[in-house]
């Protein structure tokens, strides 16, 4: 096998990564806005910018008062992460998990598709049923199904467990925002992020949890 060489510089561009995460993150500070959103959470929104290169984003980010400290909280104690979308599960950057807490995505357990049959829902929807005994203080992302998010609703509605704090924000343009609105509104005391309306997605959701997985910036 041959040894890569680097080839000829063309372009004038910054190349250290650290550099660009410090200039990305200030520009972010300088054009977004994020006076609206409580103090400790105005380094998650930032995240949220950096992945998606929307500076506007914040405008329809809204965070529960204690959302960062309740994640925070059980991320330190060992809490796992039960997420929708095994594509939130990889963004999830481990080395910044305080405890190498587990990483849950159970979309492609086999009961899945039986479930969702039988109950007439989506996959989605039917693999949080399967989060059984990780729920109870857990720190839950959801990027990727509205019926995902209305399920786990329903679930503690019912007397299930209840999760330590939800970043819910399923991207779509049926039951999205919908969804959002109901986990924001919920009577369960459960803190949560939303990003209100269709945005949202897999990077978002991750880039959401690297931030509140650690207090640094960077």
């Known amino acids: 096998m041959t040894t890569p060489t680097r080839p000829t510089r063309r372009y004038a561009y910054v190349d250290d990564g650290q550099e660009i995460y410090r200039r990305s993150f200030a520009t972010i500070r300088a054009e977004a806005r994020l006076d609206h959103l409580p103090e400790d959470a105005r380094v998650v929104a930032v995240r949220m910018v950096h992945a998606s290169g929307d500076v506007d984003l914040t405008e329809h980010i809204a965070v529960h ?3 960062v400290r309740s994640a925070r909280e059980a991320l330190r104690a060992g809490a796992p992460i039960l997420t929708d979308a095994h594509m939130i599960a990889s963004g999830i950057t481990r080395a910044r998990l305080p405890r190498d ?3 849950v995505c159970t979309l ?3 009961r899945v598709p039986a479930l969702a049959r039988e109950w007439g829902t989506t996959r989605s929807a039917a693999a949080v049923s399967l989060w059984g005994d990780w729920l109870e203080g857990a720190v839950v992302a959801i990027g990727n199904a509205p019926t995902a998010l209305f399920h786990l609703l329903e679930l503690v509605a019912d007397g299930g467990p209840r999760p330590a704090a939800v970043v819910g924000i399923p991207v779509g343009f049926i039951g999205s925002a919908e969804s959002k609105t109901a986990l ?3 009577p369960y005391g459960i803190p949560w992020l939303v990003v209100h309306g269709r945005r ?3 990077a978002l959701a991750a880039s959401a ?3 509140l997985a650690r207090e640094e910036e960077l």
């Open 101 to 103: 807490n587990e990483v």
């Open 65 to 67: 008062h204690d959302l």
């Open 209 to 211: 949890v690297n931030a």
């Open 184 to 186: 924001a509104d919920n």
């Open 200 to 202: 949202g997605g897999s």
């Open 108 to 110: 492609r357990d086999e």
